[in-house]
């Protein structure tokens, strides 16, 4: 064992998220000094399968929101169990070990956010003491490929107060040359967004959870028609083999009622699997729809497999709740040939082992990989250098407001600048195997 990476100290502490609630940070100090910090997002579209988040419950503080059960876990726990005793430099045995004291399948036990804090804290300690940025510690000397960004523009669901049922709107700036040229164009989409709402109305400028408009909108389609004609507002060409294209994050959980409907509010209508599926289907041939998220509930797996038929084709199929950042339940999606495509949240699975173990998987397995944030989120900017650790080719933050947005969108740019040559724009590339539909 290399004793100058061993961890020495390990300290959690409760600090908050960009919604004001309790988060876990941890801190790791290894023997040579080297020191490294992390701290967990949290969601609040939670797929059921997630791994745990430990919340005290305790209804005089925050809510019984607080995490100080979490934090103790790091402290009396993890703490005691590690240092002196694991190298940081080996992230599998410690993350082996954190599974091991944590004892159970969904990490209810310790806490995810107990777990993931020291995790990723001991990843950053390691890549200090290597004197290297954690994005070339974890992907080597060829990690250089900097992700295409989703960003959300329009917000609904539970991280707005609109009424829109479906959570993200998104632009995908496909015809950027390089990172920050595509920052530059949904900056732009943004502002033409915000120009198109303030002529209706004061609520043009409130931002969702994650930085994007919530208007209230009579329909959905309004959000998509909305979004094409700002696009080509803000001078773009709003088309699959154009400047900018549409996702959508449907989230569709949140919405799936009893007896396997669909409720959209929003529309007031019920759909069934099939039926949500052609509504999809009908909006990716009027709009250049390219990426959708969770079009169906995590647990419909006939109805998945009916969209993966449909629209797997043309779009990118991203299973979120579905697939929550699992590799088993990822393998078992590639085993059965549902969606093409993963989000990557490391919270939803709760060590840095097996959230790499997840973006291997869909490499090898033909799957896209997109790393993600989540809707509670801190300046903490781990996620960034994971996907160009990676090279997964897709980023999906948020939107370009809001620091905890920022904070990561800003990483990107730091590291595009650090890379010069030797980086690489994932581009418009990465959507390459979907035909018109
Ligand atoms: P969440 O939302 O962090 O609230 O789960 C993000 C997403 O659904 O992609
Ligand atoms: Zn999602």
């Given at each position: 064992m290399a004793d100058a990476t061993l961890i020495e100290s390990v300290r959690g502490r409760e600090v908050l998220d960009s919604r004001g609630n309790p988060t876990v940070e941890v801190d790791v100090t290894l023997r040579n000094g080297a020191f490294g910090r992390a701290i967990v997002p949290s969601g609040a579209?939670?797929?059921?399968?997630?791994?745990v988040e430990l919340r005290d419950g305790d209804p005089t503080r925050y809510e019984g929101l607080g995490v100080l059960r979490a934090v103790a876990a790091v402290n009396d726990v993890i703490g005691p169990a590690v240092s002196g005793a694991f190298d940081a430099a080996d992230q599998a045995s410690l993350d082996a070990r954190l599974r091991e004291l944590d004892g159970t399948a969904n990490k209810a036990n310790l806490g995810a956010n107990a777990i993931l804090g020291v995790s990723l804290a001991a990843a950053h300690a390691a890549a200090a003491a290597a004197g290297q940025p954690l994005y070339r510690y974890l992907g080597g000397p060829e990690a250089g490929v900097l992700p295409m960004p989703m960003v959300n523009i329009i917000s609904g669901g539970r991280h707005a107060a609109g009424g829109l049922d479906m959570q993200d709107f998104l632009a995908i700036p496909?015809?950027?040359?390089t990172y920050g040229e595509a920052l530059q164009m949904v900056v732009a989409v943004y502002r033409a967004v915000g120009r198109v709402l303030s002529q209706t109305g004061p609520y043009a400028y409130g931002v969702a959870d994650e930085g994007g408009y919530g208007p209230p909108l009579p329909c959905h389609e309004d959000a998509l028609g909305l979004l094409y004609d700002a696009t080509r507002l803000a001078g773009y060409r709003c088309a699959r083999d154009g400047d900018v294209a549409i996702g959508l994050d449907v989230a569709a959980t949140e919405f799936a009622g009893d007896g396997g409907r669909y409720v959209l509010q929003a529309e007031g209508r019920a759909f069934s699997s099939v039926e949500l599926v052609d509504l999809l289907d009908h909006w990716s041939k009027t709009y250049p729809i390219i990426s959708i998220e969770?079009?169906?509930?995590?647990?419909d797996w006939d109805g998945w497999e009916y969209l993966t038929q449909q629209l797997g084709g043309s779009a990118q199929l991203i299973g979120d709740d579905l697939f929550t950042t699992n590799p088993e339940r990822l393998a078992q999606g590639a085993d059965d040939g549902i969606a093409n495509a993963v989000l990557v949240k490391p919270n939803q699975i709760g060590t840095l082992t097996e959230t790499l173990d997840t973006v291997h998987l869909a490499q090898e397995r033909g799957y896209l990989p997109v790393i993600s944030a989540r809707s509670g989120e801190t300046e903490d900017t781990t996620i960034a250098d994971l996907a160009v650790a990676t090279g997964a080719g897709q980023i999906k933050i948020g939107s370009i407001t809001r620091s905890e947005r920022l904070a990561k969108y800003n990483r990107l740019l730091r590291i595009e600048e650090e890379l010069g040559e030797r980086g690489r724009f994932a581009g418009r590339d990465v959507f390459a195997r979907f035909s018109n539909p």
């Amino acid at each position: 064992m290399a004793d100058a990476t061993l961890i020495e100290s390990v300290r959690g502490r409760e600090v908050l998220d960009s919604r004001g609630n309790p988060t876990v940070e941890v801190d790791v100090t290894l023997r040579n000094g080297a020191f490294g910090r992390a701290i967990v997002p949290s969601g609040a579209s939670t797929g059921r399968h997630e791994a745990v988040e430990l919340r005290d419950g305790d209804p005089t503080r925050y809510e019984g929101l607080g995490v100080l059960r979490a934090v103790a876990a790091v402290n009396d726990v993890i703490g005691p169990a590690v240092s002196g005793a694991f190298d940081a430099a080996d992230q599998a045995s410690l993350d082996a070990r954190l599974r091991e004291l944590d004892g159970t399948a969904n990490k209810a036990n310790l806490g995810a956010n107990a777990i993931l804090g020291v995790s990723l804290a001991a990843a950053h300690a390691a890549a200090a003491a290597a004197g290297q940025p954690l994005y070339r510690y974890l992907g080597g000397p060829e990690a250089g490929v900097l992700p295409m960004p989703m960003v959300n523009i329009i917000s609904g669901g539970r991280h707005a107060a609109g009424g829109l049922d479906m959570q993200d709107f998104l632009a995908i700036p496909i015809g950027a040359a390089t990172y920050g040229e595509a920052l530059q164009m949904v900056v732009a989409v943004y502002r033409a967004v915000g120009r198109v709402l303030s002529q209706t109305g004061p609520y043009a400028y409130g931002v969702a959870d994650e930085g994007g408009y919530g208007p209230p909108l009579p329909c959905h389609e309004d959000a998509l028609g909305l979004l094409y004609d700002a696009t080509r507002l803000a001078g773009y060409r709003c088309a699959r083999d154009g400047d900018v294209a549409i996702g959508l994050d449907v989230a569709a959980t949140e919405f799936a009622g009893d007896g396997g409907r669909y409720v959209l509010q929003a529309e007031g209508r019920a759909f069934s699997s099939v039926e949500l599926v052609d509504l999809l289907d009908h909006w990716s041939k009027t709009y250049p729809i390219i990426s959708i998220e969770d079009g169906l509930s995590e647990d419909d797996w006939d109805g998945w497999e009916y969209l993966t038929q449909q629209l797997g084709g043309s779009a990118q199929l991203i299973g979120d709740d579905l697939f929550t950042t699992n590799p088993e339940r990822l393998a078992q999606g590639a085993d059965d040939g549902i969606a093409n495509a993963v989000l990557v949240k490391p919270n939803q699975i709760g060590t840095l082992t097996e959230t790499l173990d997840t973006v291997h998987l869909a490499q090898e397995r033909g799957y896209l990989p997109v790393i993600s944030a989540r809707s509670g989120e801190t300046e903490d900017t781990t996620i960034a250098d994971l996907a160009v650790a990676t090279g997964a080719g897709q980023i999906k933050i948020g939107s370009i407001t809001r620091s905890e947005r920022l904070a990561k969108y800003n990483r990107l740019l730091r590291i595009e600048e650090e890379l010069g040559e030797r980086g690489r724009f994932a581009g418009r590339d990465v959507f390459a195997r979907f035909s018109n539909p």
